[in-house]
């Protein structure tokens, strides 16, 4: 019986003795690995279906097409992949985490200082009260003058600790607008280990434009846990570690080329992109059965966690803010309605 690759071998020998369009001679030759084979399959679909070949379209298709491959095959082409890992998008949050824990050491010692120089404004407080207390001690005069001697030490030492701590609240002003203006260009949410708004919203505009430019078929689904599922837990904190379990199911499920992210408030948001409805609707199921079957323990109890989904085709007419909202409201209609898997936007 002949291979896979064989059989691959054989339709890309007869696809180029049909292609009109001149090539090397190299390009003729039979691809030597299933990797190679693969590639080619790939550019093949994107050339079918008119679009152009560049590498982040080229990224979309072969995660697609990838998928409908034996586990062997996507085994054997993972492996390949992890050797050549690099995302910038990766290094960017490792910026942005160090980034954020020298904020925090920064207001950790301005706290520190603050403390320090409330303690010697309250040295310097005890000593005045005593050193009046002593004033009416005509026998204790030498004990008076060294306590006096002590208040203008502490005094000097005061005014000099005051002005440590206004040269450091001015570095520490200065590198928390520093911090803020990087915060407000993050594409990272630390409590759950995805993208966060702003990113979504830019991704989002974009996929609007290539959609118009490309005429393909792109998909947005929204996800939270539902409220019954929430109202099991009185708990903020166990509130909290079902969400980031909702969070870490979605990265789970999701394809490299996905996009997740945390909308807000317990909300979460997933472009498909190159997905059309119908392909994001059994994304959707598929989901939703990947959250119903993993089990969720707090101390002894074991929690069944459901989700409520909202799902929307991208439509380049449609602004990414009016998207988000139907998607939502869909996802909220899905939420009411224990039948319901997900809900699909009428935009």
Do not use: W
């Amino acid at each position: 019986m002949a291979s896979l690759a064989d059989l691959k071998r054989s339709q890309l020998r007869q696809k180029g003795t049909e292609e009109s369009t001149p090539i090397s001679a190299k390009s003729l030759s039979d691809p030597t690995s299933d990797l190679e084979i693969f590639a080619k399959e790939v550019l093949s679909a994107l050339i079918s279906d008119n679009l152009p070949p560049t590498p982040n379209n080229f990224a979309l298709y072969f995660d697609r097409i990838l998928e409908d491959k034996s586990e062997s095959l996507r085994r054997q082409i993972g492996t390949i992949l992890e050797f050549e890992e690099d995302d910038q998008s990766e290094k960017s949050i490792e910026l942005e985490k160090t980034l954020k824990q020298g904020f925090s050491s920064v207001k950790s010692i301005l706290q520190l200082s603050a403390t320090l120089y409330k303690n010697i404004s309250l040295m310097e407080k005890i000593l005045e009260k005593r050193s009046e207390e002593i004033k009416n001690v005509p026998s204790l005069s030498g004990a008076n003058d060294l306590l006096s001697s002590l208040s203008n030490d502490v005094g000097k030492l005061s005014n000099i600790l005051k002005k440590q701590v206004t040269h450091m609240k001015t570095i520490y002003e200065e590198t928390a607008t520093i911090v803020k203006q990087v915060e407000n260009e993050t594409i990272f949410d630390n409590q759950y280990g995805v993208y966060n708004k702003r990113y979504l919203i830019v991704k989002l505009e974009q996929e609007r434009n290539l959609i118009d430019e490309f005429k393909h078929k792109s998909s947005l689904i929204t996800v939270r846990l539902s409220k019954e599922t929430s109202n099991t837990m009185q708990s903020e904190k166990a509130q909290q570690l079902m969400v980031r379990t909702v969070a870490r199911l979605l990265l789970k499920t999701s394809r490299r080329s996905d996009i997740v992210a945390h909308y807000g408030e317990g909300t979460f948001a997933m472009i498909l992109k190159h997905t059309d409805i119908e392909s994001a609707k059994r994304a959707s199921e598929r989901l939703y059965d990947l959250v119903a079957s993993s089990n969720f323990f707090l101390a002894e109890q074991e929690i069944q966690l459901r989700i409520a989904i909202g799902v929307a085709e991208l439509n380049a007419s449609i602004g990414v803010e009016q998207l988000l909202m139907c998607t939502l409201n869909a996802m909220d209609t899905a939420d009411g309605n224990s039948t319901l898997r997900y809900m699909v936007c009428n935009s």
